[in-house]
């Protein structure tokens, strides 16, 4: 027998940090649902991508002979996952994956827009934020902690030039 396989993911950040979750339905019957506390340096596409990388993974160990359709409301992360040329390592894993497991679909569905799935992997994410399993599989990519070091060395020389009591007589002044 074949059962219909709907999985709904999402991504969140909020004030508490980044949340990723995915809500399984079969045959339009709750299953399953994977919530997860992601680091608070993630960025939404980095939620939403490893909400999706997570879905794909439970898929692939689903019984072969069911199609399982998963369901993203991020186009940038739907984009993403299709191009095996992607900047973001999680999206080429995720299309390396669906490559190998035809049986798994990926497809865009619009947000908030009043499929109970997505609402409710939508929630799921939110309350990831603050009471989610922590995600193990946390790491930063390269340009993201460059990024977080400008700005932790920019917050540090501006705190020694604030606090410093040299150099605040010298000036630059036009000369014609």
Same mark, same amino acid.
């Given at each position: ?30 299953a ?12 939404? +596409? ?25 369901? #993203? ?60 399993k ?10 993201? +902690? ?23 007589k #010298?000036?630059?002044r036009?000369?014609?």
């Open positions: 027998r074949k059962d219909i396989i709907n999985i709904f993911t999402d991504g969140s950040k909020t004030e508490h940090g980044g949340g990723a979750a995915f809500y399984f339905l079969t045959n339009d019957i709750w399953y649902q994977w919530p997860a506390k992601l680091n608070d340096n993630y960025t939404v +596409i980095q939620a939403e991508l490893s909400a999706l990388h997570e879905a794909v993974i439970y898929a692939s160990h689903l019984p072969n002979h069911n199609t399982s359709k998963i369901h #993203v409301d991020n186009r940038l992360s739907f984009m993403a996952s299709s191009n095996s040329n992607s900047a973001k390592e999680t999206a080429r894993k995720i299309f390396k994956f669906l490559l190998s497991n035809p049986r798994i679909k990926v497809s865009w569905v619009k947000a908030h827009a009043g499929n109970i799935g997505n609402e409710r992997a939508d929630q799921l994410a939110k309350d990831a934020t603050q009471h989610g922590p995600y193990s599989h946390t790491k930063l990519h390269k340009p993201h +902690i460059k990024g977080l070091l400008r700005k932790r060395m920019l917050e540090e020389w501006q705190t020694l030039w604030k606090n410093g009591d040299t150099g605040r #010298v000036s630059l036009p000369t014609n």
